[in-house]
């Protein structure tokens, strides 16, 4: 156990390691360019020369690989930067945002909590929706309400994520008004406020989400309830609700928690068409919004990176999550 | 004998209503066709089929259809000019919204640039379309030889392969996405006609190198439980080379997952299309569904047909395509019958 954690890890970090590299790469070599853009803020009298000594204050001249080396050591060091005159960027530096001049770890920390609300909020209301529904279609498997709910689910399924939402938009908040104007407030501020403005961003992808999973739960059930075991439950002469609920239902919980933990952390590295959408400020508007002139690349340096740690990270606890809850897996 | 003979005719039901060449001879029938005649029992799938049928023909006969009602989807420049057609606010002088139906432009003009609807409708469709079978079929090419090689080849091949699909899994989509689409952008920054040609293509490309993973994973899983069984060893025994092993032995068997992945990669692709465009990192220029409700996204007040028009394509496409993706797969695989 303690040497898969290990090499797991180790997979993981290198995972994270080449995904971090090919972005830095590609944006070091390719789009962005913020030393041209900060020469022609000079009021249009920009110079090659010029041009050449802002590049070579920022360290743009130094080419990839001593510019990436000094990002490396600027996460665990802090670091001084030029960006419009010297600036200290503390320990794990990402770089200074391009845009607001500040470094950006302090912002993303500011920013992360609006889309960890909107994760939490969608996950707990789709798990409790879709694993409801699920397991009630499997326990009356074949009935009417059965099939209107695997229908419902398999049309909402296959009818894309980004139209329902821009339709819910448009229809209940823009013209229905029946959705109160969505946005994020900070918990803290006021927690009626933090409600009411995620509260649409939820109900879509918990809409959008729900579906999926109330059939791989149905699915699981349906698998877990023609088990030998519940047979065996059956004849002891356990009550309904007993057989269904307690050997099931736990029997179902398993594999949907690879599932849902998956789905979460996808959720948490930023849900960028729904914060877009719904002009929530957290880290996938703040990424989407960076691509100005320049390309804001310590903003999708910081997010990127981020989303990959979280995949990354998900996939283990999920694997090491499901040999706790089943004790048949066993991890080598 | 004669006494089962007689429980067999029992059996039998009454001729009449069975057609004669049924009991005349049992004709043996390959996987395929049985799951294909799955499908033909299938209602959703026959609507699907048929819905799909109506809109490709549509798409492929987009010039034909556009010539014959005489709509272009993009005005000749110099021959009319776009202000003439819209007035002061950018809406258009004729048909919707403000002046009822115009029979030259079945669903009005756009805003601005004041292009035939119908005309950019149909090319929409028609790019879309032409995204996904691409990407799908680019995507089940490139899946299927690393899966089979994954697969197929035990130790260090599989193992650095098997890596390099974690990897590409791993790499975050819509930050690559960002990341890719300024570099295209910027390249052609000054070239209208080419910008519009290589963010096409380069879309595409983006969407085959992040698609082929869940493929790979599929193929990489049935080949190593399909290498260990008696027909392959066999095969092996007696000496068949490696290629004709592979493609006359593995690859058959493997045609199920295929046609059900492919199944549901092409509404996939026709779907992330429209995501990637709606936020400003897919295509511009060339009409695709994405582009046409990207573009009308501000119009829902003021011009409803112009924004729920490519909606609804949107909507009633990858409808049929996931649809059928699922009775096909439920065609195929009778375990996961509804």
């Known amino acids: ?332 | 004998m004669s006494l089962s003979m007689a429980r067999l005719e029992a059996e039998t039901p009454e001729p009449g209503d069975v057609p004669v060449e049924k009991s005349a001879a049992i004709v043996g029938k390959s996987p395929t066709q049985i799951a294909l005649g799955r499908l033909r029992k299938d209602k959703t799938a026959v609507v699907c089929i048929a819905v799909l049928v109506v809109v490709i023909a549509l798409a492929v006969l987009a010039p034909v259809i556009t010539s014959i009602l005489d709509i272009h989807e993009r005005r000749e420049p110099g021959s009319l000019n776009a202000a003439e057609w819209t007035d002061q606010f950018g809406y258009p002088v004729t048909g919707p919204p403000y002046y009822g139906f115009d029979p030259n432009h079945p669903l009005g003009i756009s805003p601005k640039e004041a292009n035939d609807n119908l005309a950019r409708l149909l090319y929409g469709v028609r790019n879309s379309l032409f995204i996904g079978a691409v990407v799908a079929f680019s995507a089940l090419l490139i899946g299927t030889t690393i899966g089979l090689a994954a697969g197929f080849s035990r130790g260090w091949l599989d193992r650095i392969l098997s890596f390099v699909i974690d990897l590409f899994l791993a790499f975050p989509f819509f930050f690559f996405a960002m990341a890719l689409s300024p570099i295209i952008g910027n390249a052609f920054s000054q070239n209208d006609v080419g910008l519009a040609v290589a963010s096409f293509i380069g879309l595409i490309i983006f969407l085959i190198i992040f698609s082929w993973m869940s493929l790979a994973r599929l193929v990489r899983g049935q080949v190593i439980s399909l290498r260990e069984r008696e027909f392959i060893l066999a095969a092996e025994v007696i000496g068949v080379p490696m290629r004709r092993v592979l493609f006359k032995e593995l690859l058959p068997n493997l045609v199920a997952p295929l046609v059900v992945w492919f199944s549901v990669a092409v509404p996939t692709a026709v779907a992330l299309e429209v995501a990637l465009t709606l936020l400003g990192l897919g295509v511009s220029g060339t009409p695709t569904l994405g582009l046409l409700v990207q573009e009308a996204r501000g119009y829902w007040d003021t011009y409803p047909l112009y924004l729920w028009t490519p909606v609804g394509a949107v909507v009633v496409i990858t409808l049929a395509l996931n649809l059928l993706g699922d009775s096909v797969r439920d065609a195929f695989d009778p375990k996961t019958r509804r």
């Open chain 1, 1 to 332: 156990m303690f040497g898969y954690i290990v090499r797991r890890l180790m997979t993981a970090f290198l995972v994270v390691v080449l995904v971090s590299m090919v972005t830095f790469t590609l944006f070091f070599k390719g789009p962005s360019d913020p030393a041209s853009a900060l020469c022609e803020e000079t009021g249009g009298r920009c110079t090659a020369a010029e041009l050449n000594s802002i590049r070579e204050q920022m360290g743009l001249n130094d080419g990839l690989v001593v510019n990436y080396s000094r990002f490396v050591k600027g996460l665990f060091v802090d670091r001084e930067m030029y960006y419009q005159g010297e600036q200290m960027c503390e320990a794990p530096c990402f770089g200074i945002s391009y845009g607001s001049r500040q470094p950006v770890t302090p912002q993303f920390v500011e920013k992360w909590p609006a889309t960890v609300s909107l994760a939490v909020g969608a996950v707990l209301l789709y798990v409790i929706i879709g694993m409801t529904l699920g397991s009630l279609a499997a326990r009356f498997r074949g009935s009417f309400f059965d099939r209107a709910v695997v229908g419902v689910a398999t049309v909402i399924t296959a009818v894309p994520y980004y139209v329902l939402a821009l339709v819910a938009w448009i229809v209940l908040v823009l013209q229905l008004s029946i959705f109160p104007e969505t946005g994020y407030h900070p918990f803290t501020d006021s927690p009626v406020l933090w409600a009411s403005g995620l509260l649409l961003p939820w109900v879509v992808l918990a809409f959008a989400y729900a579906p999926a999973n109330m059939r791989y739960m149905r699915g699981y059930m349906v698998e877990s309830l023609g088990e030998d075991y519940i047979r065996t439950a059956r004849a002891k002469g356990m009550s309904q609700q007993g057989v269904v609920f307690k050997h099931g239902l736990r029997a179902a919980i398993v594999p949907m928690t690879t599932i849902v933990g998956l789905e979460f952390a996808v959720l948490l590295a930023g849900t960028v068409f729904t914060e877009f959408l719904f002009e929530i400020d957290g880290i996938g508007w703040w990424s989407i919004n960076s691509l100005g002139n320049p390309i804001d690349f310590p903003v999708l340096n910081i997010t990127g990176t981020a989303a990959a740690v979280l995949i990354v990270l998900g996939n283990l606890i999920v694997d090491l999550l499901y040999a706790v809850l089943d004790p048949r897996v066993r991890l080598a």
